[in-house]
């Protein structure tokens, strides 16, 4: 069975920084590309990030030069390292796998984690 | 960036009758590889998106027949042909042809009457 399980998320202050992970089992992690997509309060779905099996990297506009996507496949498991905080940065933020013919956010999500920048 | 616009925003609907949800692409969904890369999901409240469809209509496993995916280049449609309380929900389109980034409709929510 397919699992995703983020972690990581908090409160912090405008400026700082968190570090979330997302655990995978039941797949062979190192064959799939990985995204982070978050959720704003109330809000519609965003892309945030996404990195392929051949570490290939992509950022949303809105968190390029702030968030870093990376993967360690010896662990299974994916990270966002997200530094220079913003109030909109406020949301569930879900990793989810991508597909074999696709690497977008497909069939396994996680059940979300919490961030909540605020002074 | 391509622009997801679905319609309509809210959807009351009464059990047992049918219900239509419309996804707009800003530039056609036809991938260089001849696929549509256009995906449905549903998110219950409280809980992780679940993707319904993916190509369009290829159904992923365990969605009910009651629920088909239709379209081409930039006009889609969910439909579902007879709406159970289990539908309730915000159902969200999603391109994956033209990215980064891969972009959301901004959810039509369905609710029962």
């Known amino acids: 069975e397919v699992q995703l399980v983020e972690s990581g998320g908090g409160v912090v202050q405008p400026g700082g920084s968190l570090r979330l992970s997302c655990a995978a089992s039941g797949f062979t992690f190192i064959t799939y590309t990985m995204n982070w997509v978050r959720q704003a309060p109330g809000k519609g779905l965003e892309w945030v990030s996404c990195?392929?099996?051949?570490?290939?990297?992509y950022y949303a506009d809105s968190v390029k030069g702030r968030f870093t996507i990376s993967r360690d496949n010896a662990k299974n498991s994916l990270y966002l390292q997200m530094n220079s905080l913003r109030d909109e940065d406020t949301a569930v933020y879900y990793c989810?796998?991508?597909?074999?013919?696709?690497?977008?956010?497909?069939?396994?999500w996680g059940q979300g984690t919490l961030v909540t920048v605020s002074s | 960036d391509v622009v997801m616009t679905q319609s309509p925003p809210s959807l009351p609907v009464t059990l047992g009758q049918a219900a239509s949800i419309s996804c707009r692409s800003s530039?056609?969904?036809?991938?260089?590889?001849?696929?549509?890369?256009l995906n449905w999901f549903h998110q219950r409240p409280g809980q992780s998106p679940r993707r319904l469809f993916y190509k369009v209509s290829a159904r992923d496993s365990g969605v009910p027949d009651r629920f088909s995916g239709s379209g081409s280049g930039t006009e889609f449609t969910l439909k579902i042909s007879r709406v159970e309380a289990e539908d309730v929900g915000v159902y969200y389109c999603?391109?994956?042809?033209?990215?980064?980034?891969?972009?959301f409709g901004q959810g039509t929510k369905l609710e029962i009457k």
């Open positions: 530039q056609s969904l036809v991938h260089s590889d001849g696929n549509t890369y």
């Open positions: 989810a796998r991508g597909g074999i013919t696709s690497g977008s956010p497909g069939g396994y």
């Open positions: 999603m391109q994956g042809s033209h990215w980064p980034p891969y972009t």
């Open positions: 990195i392929s099996s051949s570490s290939t990297i």
